[in-house]
């Protein structure tokens, strides 16, 4: 297992398109975050999952935003109507339960809208 | 509400140097902490996880401590290399798993 993979790496929208980006945990991992970095600052929680379901959800999170992890595996992460403030770094991390919760992060996806 | 504090914000040391990155939270009913190293454009990779119940972990050149009744906790980086040279970010999860973090320390060691 290579670690934690995000698709796309960079992604350049035009304000107003939806973009949506895929996450791999490692595998057998029952847990999967979203964060978002913005430069200068640290990583952000965006939203979490145990298996399938979606425990909780940041104010920061508005409802152009969705994130769905499908059979507990991968999951993805859309937003609608992108604004120029969406643009930012979107990590993904995943953790095993038993593990001690240790967060392992993929490489983020870069997300531009111009 | 959580909030993470490093300090300093960004330090340059010649290669060699022992240095200490401070980390400090506000609530110490904390799960865990976990310091990640971030080099530019690129995603976060773990450095250390310190449990509430521990007092300090190792890793190589690398030693974190953690005092939750002080709230706080600092990395200790022995002998720098040039190589160390990034942002170090400290973060903390207080039972609900979530991560809040710091804005980092950014690091040069000079060759």
């Known amino acids: 297992d290579t670690g934690v993979s995000q698709d796309p790496r960079h992604k350049i929208t035009k304000r107003g398109q939806n973009v949506t980006f895929r996450c791999d945990p490692i595998?057998?991992?029952?847990?999967l975050y979203w964060y978002r970095q913005t430069l200068g600052q640290g990583p952000e929680f965006l939203t979490y999952?145990?298996?399938?379901?979606?425990?909780?959800k940041s104010r920061l999170l508005s409802d152009r935003f969705s994130a769905e992890r499908p059979k507990g595996s991968f999951s993805t992460l859309e937003i609608q109507r992108t604004e120029q403030g969406d643009s930012a770094m979107y990590l993904c991390?995943?953790?095993?339960?038993?593990?001690?919760?240790?967060?392992?992060f993929g490489p983020g996806t870069r997300l531009t809208v111009t | 509400k959580q909030e993470v504090t490093q300090i300093p914000a960004a330090l340059s040391v010649p290669e060699g140097e022992n240095l200490v990155l401070n980390c400090s939270f506000t609530?110490?009913?904390?799960?865990?902490l976990q310091w990640f190293r971030q080099d530019p454009g690129k995603g976060l990779t773990s450095l250390l996880l310190?449990?509430?119940?521990?007092r300090e972990q190792t890793s190589g050149r690398l030693n974190a401590s953690l005092d939750k009744s002080s709230g706080r906790s600092t990395l200790y980086i022995a002998a720098s290399q040039p190589g160390d040279s990034a942002t170090y970010l400290c973060?903390?999860?207080?039972?609900?798993?979530?991560?809040?973090f710091g804005t980092g320390t950014r690091l040069k060691v000079l060759a």
């Open positions: 991390a995943s953790s095993l339960t038993w593990g001690g919760d240790e967060q392992y």
């Open positions: 999952f145990q298996n399938e379901a979606q425990l909780e």
């Open positions: 609530d110490s009913a904390i799960y865990n």
């Open positions: 595998s057998e991992h029952n847990r």
């Open positions: 310190i449990q509430s119940s521990q």
């Open positions: 973060a903390v999860s207080s039972g609900t798993y979530k991560y809040i």
